[in-house]
C-alpha cells in the first residue's frame, strides 16, 4: 500500500504535534504515531517549559543557567535562538487553549535545578500531558493532517537509495503494528521527531516509546550524529518494586524537598554548594555516589515540611501516584534512585531544524540542535520542541516545489516469518543491562569496551535476523536500539575528558576547550 502526503511527520510527541498543526492550513500532512497519538515521552514530562515570562527574569539569565548546565558545550547561537523565541512559544500553546497554573499574579512560575530564578510554566505537576492533550484534539479535528496511529517507521527512503545519485528524503516506509502490513509513504518533506532512547538503559523514565528510532534511521541514511554520549539521568526516580519508572519532578526539590540518607541526613551540600538544585548530572553523580558508598538501595526526597495544603496543589498527580503505593508524601520521605532520563545528543540540525540530508529535518529530543551541550537544563527540552518545529515549518513552507520519484513497494519477497521470536526478548533484555552497567553514570574505558563488544556481537545477530524475517514491531525497535547503543558507546570512547553528564574514572579532568562529538557515516557508493 502507498500513502502520499505533502509532509510526513514521524513522532506525535510535542514537537510533531506542533509542527503537523502549524503546516496543516498549507498542505497535507500524515503524522505517524508508534502507539496512540498521546502516548509519547512529551506527555510524561511533569515540570513544565521554562521561558523568560517574569519581568525580573532575563533573556541573558537564561541562557546563562543553560551554557551553565551545558558545561559550555553549548552552541551559542542555537542558545539564544531557543530562549529568545520562548515568550513566543508559551504564547502559541496559550492560544491553543493550554491550561496552565495560575496564581493571584498571573501564571505560577516554579524553579527547578539549574535555574537561577522561577522561569517555569506549568500544569500542576502534568504539564506534558495537559500539553499534549490540548494539542491531540485539534490534531484528530483537522481535515489536512492524516493520524496513521500504530505504525511505526522502519526506514527513510532516500534517492541515493533509489539509485538517483542524490541523497534527498523522499519518505519513509512504516509498518502497521496491527495488520503486518509494510507501508510506501512519500513527501517532499519528512520531519523526525520521534523523540530520545531511554529504553536501551535498564531502568529510565521514558514511556516504551523511547527506543532511538529517529536517531537510528537518520544514521542508516547517512545523516551525521553527535554528542550521544551524553545521557541524562534524572536524580529522582520513584523506587519502589511495582512502580514503573516513575518520576519523581524536579519540581519538588524546586520547591523545597530535601534529599536525604536513610538516617534522615542531608548529603547534597557535601557535593555542591547549590545543593538539591544543583543541575541533574551533579544530583544523579551524588545520589549514585552515596548509594555505591553506602551500599543503599535508594536515598529519599523529602517535602514533607511543606503544608498537605500546598502539596496538592503543586503536586496532585505525584501525591495521588505515590499514595497508590502507600507512600504519603505529606507525612513521608519519598523514596527515589536515579534512572536514564533524556538523550542530549542526536541527529545534527542547524537553526533551521535542516539535517545535512535535503527535505529532512528533526526537531526535539531525536535531534542534536546545540541547546543542551554536555547536560540539558531542567524544562529546556519542550521548549525546544517548539521552537525548533516551528523553525522546520517555516523552512519547509518556503521551499520550491520538489518533483517526486515513483517509490518502490517494501519488498518482502525473501523472507519467512520468524521461528524464535524469543530471541528479540533476549537480545533486548541483554542490550539493556549491560548498558546499564558498563555505560551508566560512572564509565571507564574498560566497561565501554566490554559494551562496544557486545553491541558487535548483538548487531550481527539482528542483522541476520531482520534480514531472514519479517519485520515486527519488536525487531525494528530492537534494531534501532542497538544501532543507537553503538553510536552512544562510540561517542563515550573518543571523549577523553569528563563534562557534563559524561562522567569518565580514566579522564576525570575537563579540557580547556569545549568540542562536539561528531561522528559520521563513511560515504557509500549509490547501488
Known amino acids: 500500500m502507498a500513502l502520499r502526503f505533502d509532509i510526513l511527520v514521524i513522532g506525535s510527541g510535542l514537537a510533531g504535534q506542533s509542527a503537523a498543526l502549524r503546516l496543516a492550513p ?96 506549568h500544569v500542576a505537576d502534568a504539564t506534558g500531558f495537559a500539553v499534549q492533550e490540548t494539542l491531540a484534539a485539534k490534531v484528530r479535528q483537522n481535515q489536512n493532517i492524516t493520524v496513521l496511529e500504530r505504525h511505526i517507521a522502519i526506514d527513510l527512503i532516500t534517492g541515493d537509495k533509489l539509485g538517483l545519485g542524490e541523497r534527498r528524503c523522499y519518505g519513509a516506509y512504516a509498518l502497521d503494528s496491527d495488520s503486518g502490513e509494510v507501508l510506501t509513504v512519500s513527501a517532499a518533506h519528512t520531519l523526525i521527531a520521534t523523540g530520545g532512547a531511554g529504553k536501551v538503559y535498564l531502568y529510565t523514565t521514558n514511556p516504551d516509546t523511547s527506543t532511538g528510532d529517529g536517531i537510528a534511521m537518520a544514521w542508516r541514511a547517512g545523516c551525521a550524529v553527535a554528542n550521544m554520549e551524553f545521557i541524562q539521568f534524572h536524580p529522582t526516580c520513584l523506587y519502589h518494586p511495582q512502580a514503573k519508572s516513575y518520576l519523581i519532578s524536579e519540581a519538588v526539590r524546586g520547591e523545597g524537598g530535601l534529599l536525604l540518607l536513610p538516617d534522615g541526613t542531608r548529603f547534597m551540600p557535601e557535593h555542591d554548594a547549590r545543593g538539591e538544585l544543583a543541575p541533574r548530572d551533579v544530583v544523579a553523580r551524588a545520589i549514585d555516589f552515596e548509594m555505591k558508598k553506602r551500599g543503599l538501595d535508594c536515598v529519599y526526597l523529602d517535602i514533607s515540611h511543606k503544608p498537605a495544603g500546598f502539596l496538592r496543589e503543586h503536586f496532585p498527580n505525584i501525591l495521588a501516584r505515590c499514595l497508590e503505593f502507600g507512600i504519603d508524601i505529606t507525612r513521608t520521605p519519598i523514596p527515589v534512585v536515579p534512572a536514564a532520563h533524556y538523550t542530549c545528543g542526536g541527529i545534527i540540525t542547524d537553526l533551521r531544524a535542516r539535517t545535512e540530508i535535503p527535505g529532512l529535518y528533526a526537531a526535539g529530543e531525536a535531534s542534536c540542535s546545540g541547546l543542551h551541550g554536555a547536560n540539558r537544563l531542567a524544562s529546556n527540552s519542550l521548549l525546544e520542541c517548539l521552537v525548533f518545529s516551528e523553525a522546520a515549518v517555516k523552512d519547509i513552507l518556503a521551499q520550491p516545489p520538489v518533483s517526486m520519484p515513483k517509490l518502490p513497494e517494501w519488498d518482502a519477497s525473501r523472507v519467512s516469518d520468524p521461528d524464535e521470536e524469543i530471541v528479540i526478548s533476549h537480545n533486548w533484555d541483554e542490550l539493556r543491562r549491560f548498558m546499564w552497567d558498563y555505560v551508566g553514570i560512572v564509565r571507564t574505558t574498560k566497561r565501554l569496551q566490554r559494551a562496544q563488544h557486545r553491541i558487535r556481537l548483538l548487531t550481527r545477530e539482528i542483522d541476520e535476523y531482520y534480514s531472514n524475517f519479517r519485520v515486527s514491531h519488536d525487531l525494528i525497535e530492537l534494531r534501532n536500539l542497538v544501532t543507537t547503543a553503538e553510536l552512544i558507546v562510540r561517542c563515550a570512547l573518543k571523549r577523553r575528558e569528563s563534562r557534563g553528564l559524561h562522567f569518565s574514572r580514566d579522564y576525570p579532568g575537563m579540557l580547556a576547550k569545549a568540542r562536539n562529538t561528531v561522528i559520521r557515516k563513511p560515504a557509500q557508493r549509490a547501488p
Open 26 to 121: 498549507f498542505c497535507k500532512v500524515g503524522l505517524i504515531s508508534k502507539r496512540g497519538l498521546g502516548d509519547s515521552a512529551s506527555s510524561w514530562a511533569q515540570g513544565g517549559i521554562a521561558a523568560v515570562l517574569d519581568s525580573q527574569d532575563s533573556i541573558e539569565a537564561h541562557i546563562r543557567d543553560t551554557l551553565t548546565a551545558g558545561a559550555f558545550l553549548n552552541d551559542p547561537a542555537a542558545t539564544r535562538f531557543v530562549i529568545e523565541n520562548g515568550r513566543h512559544a508559551i504564547d502559541w500553546l496559550i492560544e491553543q487553549g493550554v491550561p496552565f497554573t495560575r496564581d493571584e499574579r498571573g501564571y505560577h512560575l516554579t524553579r527547578e535545578g539549574g535555574h537561577s530564578t522561577r522561569r517555569v510554566i
